[in-house]
């Protein structure tokens, strides 16, 4: 009866944030480990589809970079990274949309539909939802930078009942173009900004931020994180996290979560739970 009465418990602690949360935009940049990891991917599909029948509205955007480059080595193709973003050449760019429009994204959407949730999948070239111009094409080639962000497409599939699944693709203004390779925290930064998210949340292989003694740092405002970055404790792979976090809070996203991937359900910890499982930065 004891364990009966501790699973109401659960369900009753996590009332107020179902409430608080209903009917809002969250986007979810979904990466490292929980999108390798066949248990983790299960339980991902699982948080998301109980978030969406409790009435909260996820948008996922994905990376696949571990994906793009193992498939980059099975064909043979040289790839090359500057200040830690893919070189993306013309081949490079047609894997990369292979990956990530083709074998990523469906296998998101059918995770989804098999766990009872209704998604639907598309990149950023589907309705121009994203348009992008060269990040710098004599360094970087097809790596694009955002320009604009074209939100009604999106809205619609949110509006008719489904979670959206977005790959990073964007797509060009000259005709013919191959379209250009987005990094996928920065897509998730702008589309929840454009699409007004409640908040945004960015999966790592990392248990948050963390200070100079490898302690998780559990609450950070924008002042604090940059005070990190300058004096070096926010370093390496974690600053284009922590400035997509800025980015959005900046366009008027009210939280930004960074939180380990690899913790089962740790999308539901850090969402449903008053201690969460991460880093949060505010404003």
């Given at each position: 009866m004891k364990s009966k009465i501790d699973v109401v418990k659960t369900l009753l602690d996590a009332l107020p944030f179902i409430k608080k949360f209903s009917n809002e935009k969250i986007v979810i940049k979904y990466g490292g480990s929980a999108q390798t990891s066949p248990e983790l991917k299960e339980q991902f599909a699982q948080d998301i589809v109980l978030l969406h029948l409790v009435g909260m509205k996820p948008i996922i955007v994905h990376g696949g970079g571990k994906s793009i480059t193992s498939l980059l080595a099975d064909l043979g193709v040289e790839t090359e990274f500057v200040d830690g973003q893919r070189v993306t050449t013309k081949e490079v760019m047609r894997i990369a949309e292979m990956v990530l429009s083709?074998?990523?994204?469906?296998?998101?959407?059918?995770?989804?539909?098999?766990?009872?949730?209704?998604?639907?999948?598309?990149?950023?070239?589907?309705?121009?939802?994203?348009?992008?111009?060269?990040?710098?094409?004599?360094?970087?080639?097809?790596?694009?930078?955002?320009?604009?962000?074209?939100?009604?497409?999106?809205?619609?599939?949110?509006?008719?009942?489904?979670?959206?699944?977005?790959?990073?693709?964007?797509?060009?203004?000259?005709?013919?173009?191959?379209?250009?390779?987005?990094?996928?925290?920065?897509?998730?930064?702008?589309?929840?900004?454009?699409?007004?998210?409640?908040?945004?949340?960015?999966?790592?292989?990392?248990?948050?931020?963390?200070?100079?003694?490898?302690?998780?740092i559990t609450n950070l405002d924008i002042a604090k994180t940059q005070a990190l970055k300058a004096d070096g404790t926010i370093s390496g792979g974690m600053v284009p996290k922590v400035d997509a976090c800025i980015e959005a809070l900046r366009g008027g996203v009210k939280k930004a979560h960074i939180i380990d991937g690899r913790v089962e359900h740790s999308l539901l910890l850090e969402i449903l739970t008053s201690s969460g499982v991460g880093t949060c930065i505010e404003l």
């Open positions: 083709g074998e990523i994204n469906k296998e998101i959407v059918s995770l989804l539909n098999n766990h009872g949730g209704k998604a639907i999948g598309i990149s950023g070239k589907d309705a121009k939802f994203l348009e992008a111009r060269p990040k710098d094409f004599d360094s970087f080639g097809y790596t694009g930078v955002i320009e604009q962000v074209n939100p009604e497409i999106v809205e619609n599939i949110i509006d008719d009942g489904f979670v959206p699944v977005i790959a990073p693709i964007a797509s060009s203004s000259s005709v013919g173009h191959p379209g250009f390779n987005i990094n996928a925290d920065l897509a998730a930064s702008q589309i929840a900004v454009a699409l007004e998210a409640r908040k945004v949340l960015f999966l790592t292989d990392t248990a948050g931020v963390l200070d100079k003694e490898m302690r998780l």
